[in-house]
C-alpha cells in the first residue's frame, strides 16, 4: 500500500510515491521530453507541501481523538465537501475533443461509480458506523466554506479552460491520496477498525492512480508557459478553497464541546 507519511525521510522526493504504483492502480504514462516530468513532478511536490494539504487540523488528527460531536461535524461537512464530485469531473470531458484526455477522465470517475457499489454509497456506509445516517444529514447546515468549495471546484471543473480545471484536478488527487491516508490514521487513533477504515484505506493507492491520470491527460499540453499557467492557476485556487474549509472546519471542531 501506497503510504504517505510526514514522516518519511526527506530524501525520497513524494513524486516517487505516483512514480512507483502497485498493480491495479493507474500509472504515469512516459513523457518522452525529461523537463515536462521535471514540471509536473516540482508542481506535484508544491501541491503536496500547500498549507491546505499539510493542515494543522489534518496533522493534528492523526494522534489526537475528537470527542464524538466534534467526530459527528467534522465527518459531516466532509460530505458536503464530497458530494457530486464525481459528476463535476465528467462535467469537464466537454471542455476537450482530445481522447486521451477523455480517457483518463472516464477511468478516474469509473473508479468512483463503475464499481458494483459507488464510492459514494461506501462513503455513506462509513457514516452511518459513525452513526451518522442520511436524514441527519440532510438537515446538516454545512458551513459556508464548505459551500464555497464544492460550489467552487463545480466551477473549476466545468467553467474553466480544460487547463485549469486539469490543475484544480491534480491539485484535488494529489492532495486526497495525502489527506486520507491522514484521516485513516485518525480514525485508527480513534480506535476504528478496519472494517470501519474501508472507504479511507481504499482511497489511498486509488486517488494515487486518479492523480497519475491527470498527470497523463495533461502532459502533453505543458510546453508553453501560457498553459502552465493556466494549469497552475486551477491548481492554485483548488487548494486556496481547500485551506478555507479547514480552517473553518478548525474553528467549528475548536467551538465544539
Ligand atoms: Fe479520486
Redesign the pocket.
Known sequence: MTELKTTEPASVPVWEHFDNVDAGIRRRIAVENPEIKTYLDETLARIASHRAVEHPLLNAYRTTAFEPEQERRFFSECYYFFQYLPFYITGMAIKTRDEMILREIIL?VADEVGGETTHSAVFAGFLSRLGIEREQLAEYEPLEVTRQLNDGIRRLYTESSIYTALGALYAD?TM?SIMVSKINDGLANQGYDEDVRHFWTLHID??VG?SNSVFNAIAPYVESAEARAEFEAGAFEFLRLVENYWDGVQRLVSATP
Open positions: 478516474n488527487e486526497s486509488v486517488e486518479h
